[in-house]
């Protein structure tokens, strides 16, 4: 028998390289996620152009049409997830803030990667500020979006060595590498319930968020 897969999304701002990593991991028919739809709020982000290559169907909602009305950006957003019947949300480098209305619509069923050991240098620059303070071991973190950004429940983490002569870019690439390959596995295991966090893949036929 073919296990349903849970339908999933990626928000970006800009490259994309995580969500690419999880285009890629859901090629696998084990995976228990598919990757449905790729949403920017950013219509030049490099991201939606490699979802399209790799067939994936890539949309922006470009935040600047909404001016300064944020609740209107997000509810287009949460209309185009609703409407894709979107199980599960991954931010991966979505360089916008959330307001209360889009992190409750999506409570439970949304994860975020951070480049930081969590909860240690949360926000942004974070490869600047663990050279800054001198860390040994900086590294990633997956964790279940709560309203507190950067703060919510911890589902993964990859560590990495600070070494000496290091630069920000140096690091960023070290923490990226284990990004790949973390965010893939922490959704795997959030999506099979692994991490208890979603509800059994029959009790999402409906759509759970309804
Ligand atoms: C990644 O390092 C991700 O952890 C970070 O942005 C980068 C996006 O790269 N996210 C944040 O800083 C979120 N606050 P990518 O577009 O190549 O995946």
Redesign the pocket.
Known sequence: MVALKRRAAIM??????????LVAAARSPAFPVSIDLVLSNRPD?A?LAAARCAGVRAEAIDHREFGQDRTAHESAIDATLRAAHIEIVC?????RLLTPFLVQAWQGHML????SLLPSFP??K?HARALRAGVKLHG?TVHIVTQE??AGPILAQAAVPVLPGDSADDL?RR??HQ?HSIYPAAVAAFASGATGGLPAADACLANPLD
């Open positions: 970006i701002s800009g490259r994309g390289s995580n969500m690419a990593a982000a991201g931010l991966a480098g979505y360089m975020n990667i951070h480049p926000g942004l974070t990633c950004a950067d960023a923490v990226l990004e």
